[in-house]
């Protein structure tokens, strides 16, 4: 089984600060896909990272591959009260599966 | 239309009734899954469907009874559920099973009673 492993699992912090989530596993991933969640929702897709090595941005939110494919990150440049909450990263299992970190529950404090 | 549509949003349910939780998508999508999320923790895969058939049944209890009428239509049908049952019932789909960017449905929150 693969596993991937977030951290921090929470995050407080104030509004304009910038901060970086970490996703890693032992294991090679073909792809890692990075999810937000907020309370009471479906996680929605917010990037997906192929390549070793590959950064992806969105607006504030830069994704990174690790060379190895077993790592991503996620780096957020000065964080808004919107950003707040839950962001999973995930990566296939199989070729059915998609398994999922336990996840970092951000909290942007105004 | 990238949509993923759960009804209902919320459901009561006592432990001898049964219930239906419907997912709808129109994306052509040809890969839906039912997950499970408990509080503060992430979604838990129960059933995968491809081309509308079982694909997997990650060892789920026979009280949940997936079923898939057509392409863009998923159940999770219910019954003599468990207090613990109580979840986050999440629908997705993706555009075929080795395709693993997951539209996620906005969740049914299931409370048993």
């Known amino acids: 089984t693969q596993l991937l492993e977030q951290s921090p699992q929470f995050l407080s912090i104030q509004e304009g600060e910038n901060l970086t989530v970490y996703c890693n596993s032992s294991s090679v991933f073909s792809s890692l896909q990075w999810y937000r969640q907020e309370p009471g929702e479906g996680p929605v897709l917010l990037v997906t990272v192929v390549t070793g090595g590959e950064v992806k941005k969105l607006k504030r939110l830069t994704f990174q591959f690790g060379d190895a494919r077993k790592d991503s990150s996620l780096h957020i440049t000065a964080a808004q009260p919107g950003d707040t909450g839950l962001y999973l990263c995930a990566g296939p299992q199989g070729a059915q599966k998609l398994v999922f970190g336990q996840g970092t529950r951000l909290t942007i404090n105004p | 239309d990238t949509e993923v549509t759960q009804t209902p949003k919320h459901l009561v349910m006592g432990m001898t009734n049964k219930k239906s939780l419907k997912c709808e998508q129109h994306?052509?999508?040809?890969?839906m899954y039912w997950y499970k999320q408990k509080a503060k923790k992430p979604p838990e895969l129960m059933f995968v469907y491809s081309y509308e058939k079982l694909s997997i049944n990650e060892s789920v209890p026979s009280r949940f009874s997936p079923e898939c009428p057509n392409s863009s239509l998923l159940n999770l049908h219910l019954h003599a559920l468990q207090p613990e049952d109580s979840a986050l019932y999440l629908c997705?789909?993706?555009?075929?099973?080795?395709?693993?960017?997951?539209?996620f449905g906005q969740g049914t929150r299931l409370t048993v009673v």
């Open positions: 994306m052509g999508h040809r890969a």
């Open positions: 997705a789909s993706t555009s075929r099973l080795m395709n693993t960017e997951a539209f």
